[in-house]
């Protein structure tokens, strides 16, 4: 399965608001991204991000780190966790879990964290469909 054309899909469902995104395994292993290479090469944030559908209590209270850079938990459910970055562009970042991975998107500095909780959606939602 090419992976890369997911991540070119899930880009097209809000392009001008997208920083970075990708589809990881909730093992922490790298399905395919663009512009992620931090947490993609440092698994173990992809890790801790999916222990906070588990237990989110320290990360409400402390923030976390996702790509190199510190995040404050504004809301998580089920299976989809909304943040903003710590720093000064203030960039959404919304993660969705499926069965088997986690759908991400980072958003620019200023873009519409609905919307980039929308697309990330639209793709979580077609993976989920096929067991993934």
Do not use: R
């Amino acid at each position: 399965m090419a992976w890369q054309a997911y991540v070119d899909s899930l880009k097209g469902y809000y392009p001008e608001g997208v920083a970075a995104c990708g589809i990881f395994g909730t093992n922490g292993s790298t399905w395919a991204h663009e512009g992620l290479q931090h947490v993609s090469t440092n698994y173990t944030e992809l890790i801790s991000a999916c222990s906070l559908y588990d237990d989110a209590s320290a990360a409400f209270a402390n923030g976390f780190d996702f790509n190199g850079e510190k995040f404050v938990l504004i809301k998580i459910d089920e299976d989809v966790l909304n943040a903003k970055s710590k720093g000064e562009q203030k960039q959404p970042l919304t993660i969705q879990k499926c069965n088997t991975c986690m759908v991400i998107m980072l958003g620019k500095s200023g873009a519409n964290g609905g919307s980039i909780s929308i697309a990330v959606s639209k793709m979580a939602n077609h993976l989920k469909e096929h067991n993934y």
